[in-house]
Each structure stands twice: as C-alpha cells, then as structure tokens.
C-alpha cells in the first residue's frame, strides 16, 4: 500500500518496502541452518565437560545459553522482524530478560551438583518462597533452562522499520482545489437552471 505525507506545497509518495537481501524466504532459510548446526556443535560440545567440576559445570551452562541464542539470533538475523538495523529493546530487557536470569540463574546455583555455601542459601531462598519442590524437578532439565536463557535473551533485541524508497512530487496547491470544486458546484446549478427553465417552456407550449 502507499502511504502520503503532506510537506508543505509537496507530497511524499513511500512505497512498498523493499528487501536489501535477495529473496526472504531463501535467507531466512539459510540463517536457520546456520542456526540449527551452531547450535547442534554446541549442544555436542557441552557433553564433553565434567558437570562434577563447579568450573566446567558453568562453563557447559553457558555454552548451552550459547547454543539457545545461534538459535534466536539466526531468525533475527534472517529477516524474522523487518528487515532493519538491530536495536535493543529496553522493555524486554527489564521485563523479560532479567527476571527469566534471576530465576535461571537462581534455580542453576541452587540445584548443581557440587553444593556450595552460597548454592544452600539461594536453596534456602527459593524454599522460602514455596518453590522448592519445582527447583528440585527440575534438576534433571538444568541444560534446558540454560538453552531457553539463550533464547530469551535474543529476544531484547528487535529491528527498525524496513528501508523505503520516497518519491517526492508536486501537489495541487489547496486553493486550486477548492476553485476547481466552486467552479464546478457552479456549473451544476447552472446545468440544474437549464434544465427548469426548458421543462417550463414544454408547459407553457402546451
């Protein structure tokens, strides 16, 4: 559809957006089977550290958030939004984000093998809160919830509007309209006169 924006004594004509890559579907394809086999090397990579090791227990969990985000990034980076520049979206970044973290993160220290000091406090937290029995289901998904964070945070990341091409043109100045639509309006009176005074010159001929 076009869209028109008065400027003054000119008019902007935008047209259809236009895509800067070839065609949508094929690179959007194409960027989530970069995704998919990203993500997969990772997933495989995350097998080979020990999760007994609270350093190697970490670093799996983040090579699986890594995993997550090859995922998202490959839908934003293949056009899923509007085809514009990347930008941050600070509503989904204070909303969305850094809960899903606190949560996540809270839920990872809690339940990871190798227990700690800090691991039984932030337990003790989450029990307090009547969440204790949850964190314990789920430690058998902690990858889960690492790869979902990884997800979840491409999700801040959004897209401009799509490039546009403007076509500027000259437009009818408003009081040529309105003497155009006078005259006109006149002319049907005048058409309207006529025409009575010949339907009064058939009677009067009768």
Known sequence: ???????????????????????????????????????????????????????????????????????????????????????????????????????????????????????????GWIRDLGLGGVAEDLILFQGVLAFGLGIVFTFIFDTRGPRTRAVERDAVPDEEVHDYRREEAAAGEETVVREHEAVVDRREST
């Not at 400027?7 to 259809?16: A, C, L, N, P």
């Not at 086999?37 to 958030?65: K, N, R, V």
């Not at 899923?80 to 509503?91: D, H, L, N, R």
Request: glycine share 16%.
């Open 1 to 123: 559809m076009l869209r028109r924006q008065r400027d003054d004594d000119r008019e902007t004509e935008v047209g259809e957006s236009e895509h800067v890559w070839g065609s949508p579907p094929v690179v959007r394809g194409l960027t989530t089977l970069l995704g998919v086999a990203a993500a997969g090397f990772l997933l495989w990579l995350a097998t080979q550290f020990d999760l007994g090791s609270t350093g190697e227990f970490w670093a799996a969990m983040g090579i699986l958030a890594g995993a997550g985000a090859c995922l998202g990034l490959s839908q934003l980076l293949g056009g899923w939004t509007k085809w514009g520049a990347p930008t941050v979206s600070p509503g989904v970044l204070l909303l969305g984000f850094l809960p899903t973290l606190v949560a996540v993160g809270g839920i990872l220290v809690a339940t990871r093998p190798t227990g700690t000091e800090e691991g039984a406090r932030v337990a």
